[in-house]
């Protein structure tokens, strides 16, 4: 199970840090990815960490601005947010993947929390 939390209405250039918990059988040794969705439009994929947290991948407008890391002592995938843009207003969602290699398709992700909004004010 993964528990998104940290989500807020925040002004344009500020910051949030987007937390993803897990538990359950969704454990410390599985890659995990946040999404978003802005209303009308598609979930995308907006960055990506392996299980050991190594090795991480962004999507291009995202990065510079955005850092996915994971405490696996605590179970716990983050979203440092920073610059952020009208634009990123979305839900965010976090998901686990057992596949080893890192991926921004939705459909390798085997669990997903529920989502958090995200709101950028100009």
């Known amino acids: 199970q993964l528990q998104a939390s940290g989500g807020g209405l925040v002004q344009a250039g500020g910051s949030l840090r987007l937390s993803c918990a897990a538990s359950?059988?969704?454990?410390?040794?599985?890659?995990v990815g946040w999404f978003r969705q802005a209303p009308g439009k598609e979930r995308e994929f907006v960055a990506t960490?392996?299980?050991?947290?190594?090795?991480?991948y962004y999507e291009d407008s995202v990065k510079g601005r955005f850092t996915i890391s994971r405490d696996n002592a605590k179970n716990t995938v983050y979203l440092q947010m920073n610059s952020l843009k009208p634009e990123d207003t979305a839900v965010y969602y976090c998901?686990?993947?057992?596949?080893?290699?890192?991926?921004?398709?939705?459909?390798?992700?085997?669990?997903w929390g529920q989502g958090t909004q995200v709101t950028v004010s100009s």
């Open positions: 359950g059988r969704t454990s410390s040794t599985y890659a």
């Open positions: 960490i392996s299980w050991s947290g190594g090795w991480t």
């Open positions: 998901a686990a993947s057992v596949r080893r290699h890192l991926s921004a398709r939705r459909d390798e992700y085997d669990y």
